[in-house]
């Protein structure tokens, strides 16, 4: 695999305080993607923000869609603004573009792939919780849309650790080439 800096970006999805907080120990799994990151700035590759969010009472919503008419009715009167913040050990920079996306996947109800193409972004390296949710939606998705894909396997996580390992070992094989932040700094 080679590395092409130019058209690579990073891609920190749904890293928000209020989705760390369900977690059972969120230190290690910040600290890789806080790795991720660093090594991202330091060389030069683009870092890019995606956040899940809605206005308020989540208009977005259909009640046809399982999961997100479920969280509808939990939060339609939650402080959005204050739900969609990026813990701070991971926040991005001034300079850094922070996507809304309303759905799973990273590009749908949000305007990444728009701001990808002004980019010339060509690979995109993938963090994010849930390994289940926003990265598998982005990673078919991109695969898709004919992007190279990366995915860190140490820089996801989901609730369900073996959702976790079949999707990293099995499924993404596939469509991404898939290996740890430690490896991918190495590149």
């Known amino acids: 695999m080679e590395s092409n800096n130019s058209n690579t970006v990073l891609l920190v999805m749904d890293m928000q305080t209020s989705l760390l907080s369900r977690l059972p120990d969120a230190t290690v799994f910040i600290g ?94 993938l963090t994010g919780i849930s390994t289940g949710g926003v990265v598998l939606s982005t990673v078919r998705e991109a695969a898709d849309k004919d992007y190279r894909i990366t995915v860190l396997s140490d820089g996801c996580v989901d609730g369900d650790q073996e959702v976790h390992r079949v999707l990293i070992t099995k499924v993404f094989p596939r469509q991404a080439d898939v290996m740890t932040v430690e490896e991918w700094t190495k590149i």
């Open 32 to 125: 890789n993607v806080a790795k991720a990151i660093a090594h991202a700035r330091t060389n030069n590759i683009p870092v890019l923000y995606v956040v899940v969010g809605f206005r308020h009472g989540m208009p977005e919503v259909d009640t046809n869609n399982k999961s997100f008419a479920a969280m509808k009715e939990r939060m339609g009167t939650v402080d959005m603004t204050e739900w969609m913040k990026i813990d701070t050990a991971i926040a991005p920079l001034s300079t850094e573009v922070v996507v809304i996306k309303r759905r799973f996947s990273a590009f749908t109800g949000s305007d990444l792939e728009v701001i990808l193409r002004a980019q010339g972004i060509r690979h995109i390296v």
